[in-house]
């Protein structure tokens, strides 16, 4: 025989109908309706909580890191709160920009700038693995096509919200399987629900 497991009691305000009549308790009742779930938080790391991560999934291995665009001032904003972080072996690639004749920023130690007239830049830049991407969020077309060509190649991608084609990147790298954060210029990323 098995015993008996009391119910647990129910908070509620008012009467409550019952075949013995009503029966007086304390509390809310909700009588209709379907139950509505919480609208899921969005998690909030910093930068250095992100490398630190990255770092643990690479097994403590160098980090690979490609700013796309980096002619734009968001792009030079990220890389001047990302060199700080970064470990001596980590290295940084700068993918060609998207507006032609863009002057190549000053290369702290680390930074490797790809020549989009190069076969051999483009060859590499497409087989490459890294372990974040940036985009500057400006042109949703080209970074949504630039996001879902990091699939499989990379697991997280950051996105600046300042720009118009956050939203639409976002997606498209969610579409690829791509962990995407916004950027604000601030040193938070804002994970973005899946």
Do not use: C
Not at 108 to 122: A, I, K, S
């Amino acid at each position: 025989m098995k015993p008996e497991i009391p119910e647990a009691p129910v908070r509620t305000r008012g009467a409550i109908r019952t075949r013995g009549g009503p029966l007086l308790v304390r509390g809310a009742v909700r009588t209709r309706g379907a139950a509505v779930a919480p609208t899921p938080a969005r998690d909030s790391v910093t930068l250095d909580g992100l490398l630190t991560e990255l770092r643990k999934e690479a097994g403590e291995l160098p980090l690979t890191v490609v700013v796309h665009g980096w002619d734009a001032q968001s792009a030079g904003e990220f890389l001047e709160k990302l060199v700080p972080s970064l470990h001596q072996d980590d290295a940084v690639w700068l993918a060609p920009p998207y507006s032609a004749g863009s002057a190549a920023p000053e290369q702290p130690e680390g930074l490797v700038v790809l020549d989009p007239n190069l076969e051999t830049d483009n060859r590499l830049l497409a087989g490459m693995v890294a372990s974040l991407v940036f985009l500057p969020g400006r042109d949703a077309a080209e970074e949504s096509d630039v996001a879902s060509n990091w699939r499989q190649r990379t697991s997280t991608l950051v996105v600046f919200e300042g720009g118009a084609a956050g939203t639409p990147v976002i997606q498209a790298a969610n579409r690829a399987g791509i962990v995407a954060y916004r950027w604000s210029g601030q040193n938070n990323l804002l994970l973005q629900d899946r």
